[in-house]
């Protein structure tokens, strides 16, 4: 069977959902309040440092789940959900949780052969943010519950949106500080480690990990089709950019990940 029918007809419902989208005033596609549930669903290249520390890049697909519910739930899967259980004055705080990426020998066999592996896990915890018009600045601080690297991390931020027309584009300052133990599993080189991977033995400990900046924008292209993306930079600190793992040959203190989503808002 010819695919140019459907085709054709995936072309119209495009067509047509971007003739409906100019019938909303540009005032009113960024910055409203949230109206009952909002899913949006898409997918998209995300490209990342291949472990903490790491100056070779990854490139892998991503899904993109984002949305909430009115103005007291908020989740994103890489920002992770947060309920806005206390609001007054602009402030909004409350529990969260967030997903963070493990590391595998398979990240880099060349330069992590010897090295643990942890996976993937879950940090709970509570945010504490502030909105006053065009500026959003929010603390959040999350404990590894799953076991994993064993840590716990706080990050802070402070971002600036500004609206042109279809497009919003975001940007601020952001720093990361981390725990001994969170130190320890990305960065750190137990003896038995040392032995087997033939890096020195090293052992971090707390304090601020990394510092940098967000640059983000997203398109409305038509009610619920969009096109966003994002560039982060952090530059490693204090003893994590001492590690051996990233003053050695496949280290760098210069960190940078980046997305490009295409997205459908289903709710």
């Known amino acids: 069977m010819s695919r140019l029918p459907a085709i ?32 949006n669903l898409g997918a998209g290249p995300f490209a990342s440092p291949s472990y903490a520390g790491s100056s070779s890049t990854q490139l892998r697909p991503f899904p993109l789940i984002a949305g909430g519910y009115g103005e007291w739930l908020d989740f994103d899967l890489l920002d992770g959900a947060r309920i806005s259980a206390l609001q007054a004055a602009g402030f909004s705080m409350g529990p969260m949780l967030r997903l963070r990426e ?42 590894d519950v799953a076991r994993s690297h064993g840590g716990a991390a706080m990050e802070a931020r402070l971002l600036l949106s500004v609206p042109v027309g279809r497009v919003a584009f975001t940007a601020g300052p952001q720093l990361r500080a ?41 398109w409305r292209m038509t009610d ?25 040959p496949g280290g760098s203190r210069d960190q940078v990940q980046s997305a490009l989503f295409l997205s459908y808002r289903l709710y």
């Open 178 to 218: 981390a725990s001994r133990e969170y130190a320890r599993s990305f960065y750190g080189i137990s003896d038995a480690e040392a032995l087997r991977s033939g890096y020195a033995a090293y052992r971090p400990g707390s304090g601020i990990e990394r510092v940098g900046a967000l640059v983000a924008a997203q």
């Open 224 to 248: 619920r089709w969009s096109l966003q993306g994002f560039v982060e930079y952090g530059r490693l600190q204090g003893d994590a950019a001492d590690s051996p793992l990233v003053t050695g």
């Open 102 to 143: 493990g590391r595998a020998t398979e990240d880099s066999r060349r330069y992590l052969t010897g090295l643990r592996s942890f996976s993937d896990t879950v940090e709970a915890g509570g945010f504490i943010a502030y909105t006053a018009g065009p500026l959003y600045a929010d603390v959040t601080l999350t404990q």
């Open 8 to 39: 054709a007809m995936a072309a119209s419902l495009l067509l047509a959902s971007a003739a409906q989208a100019q019938e909303i005033p540009e005032d009113k596609l960024f910055g409203q309040p949230r109206d009952g549930f909002e899913l």
